[in-house]
Structures are given as C-alpha cells and as structure tokens.
C-alpha cells in the first residue's frame, strides 16, 4: 500500500476543518504527492454516500428522539465501515494520499471517555471496522474545553456539540491520554491559524518526505 493516511482530531471547535482545507491545498504543491497519485479530503461521520445518510441521523438535534449511545456507537461505526470499504481503502490502495476530519480516535474520545462506554468494547468494535487501516499520521489540535465553547458561542450546536462543558471536559481528557498512547503528533491550536498551517507542513515534511 503506498497512499499516506492522514487524519485531523480534536475537541469542536479546535480548528481542523480550517487547517484540512489548508492543507488540502499545500500538499499538492509541496512536492511529497508523486505526481500521477491524487490527494482526497474526506471527513467522519459522512465521508462516503450512505455516510453522509448516517450523518444527518447522528447529528440531527432532535433530543426526543436522539440514540440511545450504544445505538450513536454503532451508528459512527457503520459510517468508518463504509468510509474504510469504499473511500479509504480504494484510494490507498491505488496510491492516493487521504487527509480526513476525524477517525476512530474520536469514537475512543467521545464514545469512550465522554459517553463512557467500555473502551474494551469500542477498541474490539474498531479492529472489526477498521481492517488493519491505521492512519500513517494524527495530528491532534488541543484546545481547552471553554475555548471550544467560546469559539463556537455564535453556531448552531449539532447533538453532540450540544453536550456541554462537563461532556467536552471528559472527550477532552480521553483524547489528551489516547494522543500519548498513540504516538500522536500535538499541536496547540489557540495559536494564529497561519502559524498551525505552518507547523503542520513542517511534521509532513519531516515524516514523508523520505519515504515517498
Ligand atoms: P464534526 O463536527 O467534527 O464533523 O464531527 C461531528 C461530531 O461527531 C463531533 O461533535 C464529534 C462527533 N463524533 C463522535 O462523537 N464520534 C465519532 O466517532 C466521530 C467521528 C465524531
């Protein structure tokens, strides 16, 4: 397999749509995407047709009518199901470089630690799901939970953005401990976006630009 998998985690709000968007238009032109090879910008939950199906239903914010969380557990693991089957693994496969908007770290942290359903159980749902795909890099943006709140104080909350403080305290906490577990690379995301921009070419400089 010679596609690189690169995956954007972090708290709502942290600032990874902005920086994938980025990215998606430096790497093409920073030389480490060999040149008949195509660069994919994909996102969890709603990365593939039926995904996009799922998504609506996992984040309509219709609290009467909101999943139970093993059912929301299931339901974001039927979209990395479709996202890995017809988005992920074609593309790597055929040489393509993929960078998505979350993967199954955020599943441990939110569903894990926020929801706090057995990580045992969510980590055994994973390697079913995930078909020994693991990203080639993470890169986890920080930021603390009342910035999160503060930066999204002027949105419409989906249901899970909905969750409050005391909810994004404990993903928060899970996503900090599975980032050293993991080896993932942390950036402090209050910073100007320019300067994360910045950091985040360096680390792809430096991982992929021998290996290519
Ligand atoms: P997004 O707003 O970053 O696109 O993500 C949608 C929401 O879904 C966000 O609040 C985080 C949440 N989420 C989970 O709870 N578990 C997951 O596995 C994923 C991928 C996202």
């Known amino acids: ?3 690189k998998f690169i995956v954007l985690e972090g708290i709502d709000g942290c600032g990874k749509t902005t920086q994938i968007n980025e990215l998606y238009k430096w790497l093409p032109k920073s030389g480490l995407i060999n040149k008949n090879r195509t660069l994919i910008k994909t996102r969890e939950p709603g990365g593939s047709f039926l995904g996009k199906e799922i998504r609506d239903m996992i984040l309509n914010n219709n ?14 693991s039927a979209d990395r199901a479709e996202h890995i089957s017809k988005v992920i693994l074609p593309a790597l496969q055929n040489g393509h470089w993929i960078i998505s908007d979350r993967f199954s770290g955020s599943t441990l942290a939110y569903q894990g630690y926020g929801r706090e359903i057995s990580i045992d159980i969510i980590k055994k749902l994973e390697n079913i799901v995930c078909q020994n795909i693991k990203p080639d890099l993470t890169i986890f943006l920080e930021i603390s ?3 999160s709140i ?11 953005e ?10 928060n906490h899970g996503f900090k401990l599975i980032a050293l577990e993991n ?4 950036i402090k995301a209050s910073e100007d976006l320019t300067s994360i921009a910045d950091q985040i070419q360096k ?4 991982k992929f630009s021998l290996n290519k």
Do not use: C, H, Q
């Open 162 to 171: 909905s969750e409050g403080l005391d909810f994004l305290k404990k993903v």
């Open 1 to 3: 397999m010679k596609g």
């Open 203 to 206: 680390l792809l400089i430096n």
């Open 183 to 186: 080896n993932w690379e942390i």
């Open 145 to 147: 939970p009342e910035e």
């Open 150 to 160: 503060l930066r999204r104080k002027n949105k419409v909350a989906d249901r899970i």
């Open 63 to 76: 609290k009467l009518n909101s999943p139970s969380i093993l059912t929301e557990l299931l339901l974001y």
